[in-house]
């Protein structure tokens, strides 16, 4: 048995706001275990405070790991990341190891397996990016169907269909068919959903946003602008960013853009409480909780007697 199948694990796993990095601090700090980041943007170093990536404090309080390890331009697809994890728990082992993040893929994809899918070349992909920035998305995602026609309605986030551009293109066999056939997860772990209340969650994420302006997040977008990365890069996706550049090139005010910031992190936050509703059947619920200080401690007990 390897090392990685004898440590402990465990993921938490919640919509944006809902106090995951808090409840992990607390569990880390009671167990001992290391903090690792399961979440497609906070594994960026760029736009820590529009990301909500851990602040230094935090990552102070308890050990993280996979935090700020890649630049914005850097793709980090969910293999990539099941290949990083791995590595990290064969370096932590015997330690324990908390997940922690909003990439629901991330997590099933550990505890699951991937399908054996090969990786396209630096030219393909570089190719995929090109022809998304020629068509624009709209254009870009009807030649995906083109080439694998059972792509699910629901997939539009660029690198997503960049990537099933790039290996139908590069197989010549489309990406759903080499779907199916998943090896190498390390399941199963405790898993535990968190769905906070619709309302409280709401409330929470429009005060993060106000702190995330009074910590400097538009400075922070003003700096990150000068690295001139490509509109396609992964870091572009980051939430509440379209918004904040607009008000730095004199598009809108910032009270629009907050409002606009805003209902994009809450239909955000909706889409991963249905995917945790629908793809996490197998992890631990906890559903229509108040974001208050003694639900917290609850939930920590609950957790606690679970992975010890």
Not at 175 to 203: T, V
């Amino acid at each position: 048995m390897s090392r990685a199948m004898t440590a402990k694990i465990s993921a938490i796993y919640g919509p944006t706001a809902s106090g995951k990095t808090a409840l992990a601090i607390e569990l880390a700090r009671s167990t001992g275990a290391v903090i690792v980041n399961a979440d497609s943007m906070q594994i960026y170093r760029d736009l820590r405070i529009i990301t909500a990536r851990p602040s230094v404090e935090e990552e102070a309080a308890a050990e993280h790991r996979l935090y700020g390890v890649l630049t914005g331009d850097d793709p980090c697809s969910v293999a990539r990341w099941v290949a990083l994890v791995k590595a990290e728990i064969e370096r932590l082992s015997p330690r324990p190891i908390i997940l922690v993040g909003g990439t629901g893929l991330y997590i099933n994809a550990l505890y699951n397996g991937l399908s054996n899918i090969p990786e396209p070349d630096q030219a393909v992909r570089h190719t995929a990016a090109e022809r998304l920035a020629h068509l624009g998305l709209a254009a870009f995602r009807e030649e995906v169907l083109a080439l694998d026609p059972q792509t699910p309605n629901t997939i539009i986030d660029p690198q997503r269909l960049q990537r099933i551009w790039a290996v139908s293109t590069a197989t010549g066999k489309p990406l759903s068919q080499w779907q199916g056939d998943k090896r190498g997860g390390i399941g199963p772990f405790p898993i535990f959903d968190l769905a906070p209340d619709r309302a409280d969650l709401h409330d929470r994420i429009n005060r993060r946003f106000d702190v995330m302006l009074e910590l400097g997040a538009l400075a922070e977008v003003e700096d990150f602008l000068t690295l001139n990365y490509a509109k396609t890069s992964p870091i572009s996706r980051a939430v509440g960013l379209p918004e904040l550049v607009s008000v730095l090139q004199n598009e809108t005010d910032l009270e629009t853009a907050r409002e606009k910031a805003c209902a994009s992190s809450r239909q955000y936050a909706k889409r991963q409480l249905t995917w945790g509703r629908n793809q996490l059947p197998y992890a631990t619920k906890f559903r229509n909780y108040p974001l208050n200080l003694e639900e917290v401690q609850t939930i920590k007990a609950d957790i606690l007697s679970v992975i010890g």
